[in-house]
């Protein structure tokens, strides 16, 4: 019997759970007694990326955030394919998809939660979270599960898989100078960086703090770099002038040569404040760069303290630029970290580890 599974996302921007997604999809296209097919917005990133991947989906106006539209046609196009699931993959799907499902019979519903943010505890979230169409819950470290556990009443519904990442796409490139050379640095200078959405939960300005901070604890030549774009870039870049750091930092924008700067980075300085566990964390590891990061969300699942890089406390700027600081004066230490978590990102962390475990998870739905 095939598993047929229909995934549903609602955002119209590409974000990492979008990522995660297709990357599920693009994993298990060769399983010939799976199909899947993805349900997402018209005009959206999904749905360039499914047509540059050749990925079969279905798109649709989806009109408001709360879309009757949108709801109708994920449940014509789940009655035309005879789905065997749902696999609904942000918050705003669940809430459609818990309508959806009082129209469909024999299918389940599977909710994949990404980041560790507090979930309310008033009485329509609990009804949410606790609704009997809800079959199974996916959550992408455990620090997100420890969110869910007060709010779901049935802890059997919920389970871990971690994401993976291409190792070899990392860990295969070789220039260390690629950012100076962007940037036209001379080869003493250190490249402290961090990729990011320019969002509210990256906590940035955390960054530029401890950029701030570091300027006061060493002379050493280093350029603090960030990566990304989003609707915060002019008030970041307005924060760094604030604090007259604004010479120190490079704001690159949004980049694809992704490999190559974590390749260029001496230091990867997360300051998140909320995640599910970072793909980036473990792309650094397959870069050979040691991660000093913020205690957010998974990130401890992946950065063991003092062992293959450093954890410091969310919103704690001064940490951030100490532990940083003494990476980039430790070559011993710097090498033990990249060492360390190269170990570890082949272990737990890579395409073949993650697609045996949502193979076997989606045939399990079979029953």
């Known amino acids: ?74 449940i014509n196009t789940a009655k035309r394919l005879k789905v065997t699931a749902i696999h609904v993959h942000d918050s705003n799907a669940l809430t459609m998809a818990l309508w959806v499902m009082r129209s469909l019979k024999n299918v389940q519903l599977v909710y994949t939660r990404k980041r560790n943010n507090r979930i309310g505890t008033g009485f329509l979230k609990k009804i949410k979270y606790n609704s009997r169409h809800i079959d199974h819950i996916l959550c992408l470290s455990n620090a997100v599960k420890a969110v869910l556990l007060p709010v779901v009443r049935d802890h059997s519904k919920i389970q871990v898989i971690y994401d993976g990442i291409d190792v070899d796409k990392y860990n295969t490139a070789t220039d260390v100078d690629h950012v100076r050379k962007i940037l036209n640095l001379p080869s003493e200078v250190k490249i402290v960086g961090n990729l990011a959405g320019l969002v509210p939960q990256k906590d940035i300005h955390t960054f530029i703090k401890a950029v701030k901070e570091f300027k006061g604890l060493s002379d050493m030549p280093v350029k603090f770099v960030i990566a990304g774009d989003g609707p915060m870039r002019d008030e970041l870049v307005a924060f760094a002038k604030a604090l007259n750091v604004e010479n120190e930092i490079e704001f690159l924008g949004f980049r694809k ?39 957010a969300g998974g990130t401890r699942e992946a950065v063991k303290n003092g062992v293959n890089g450093f954890i410091v406390p969310v919103d704690d700027a001064q940490q951030l ?30 395409l073949d580890v993650m697609k045996e475990n949502y193979k076997n998870f989606y045939n399990s739905l079979a029953g």
């Open 257 to 295: 040569d992704v490999p190559e700067l974590l390749k260029g980075f001496d230091v990867f300085m997360l300051s998140s404040k909320t995640e599910g566990l970072p793909l980036v964390v473990m792309e650094s590891f397959a870069a050979g760069t040691p991660v000093v990061s913020t205690d």
């Open 1 to 74: 019997m095939k598993v047929k599974i229909l995934h549903i996302c609602t955002g119209l921007a590409w974000r990492g759970g979008d990522a995660g997604m297709l990357s599920v999809v693009d994993l298990l296209r060769d399983q010939d007694n799976q199909y899947h097919h993805v349900f997402c917005p018209k005009n959206s990133a999904v749905e360039q990326k499914c047509i540059d991947r050749n990925i079969a989906y279905t798109s649709v106006k989806r009109g408001r955030k709360f879309s009757i539209s949108y709801i109708k046609n994920i």
């Open 321 to 350: 630029a100490e532990k940083t600081l003494k990476v980039l004066q430790d070559e011993v230490l710097a090498a033990q970290f990249s060492q360390k978590s190269a170990q570890l990102v082949h272990e737990k962390f890579t």
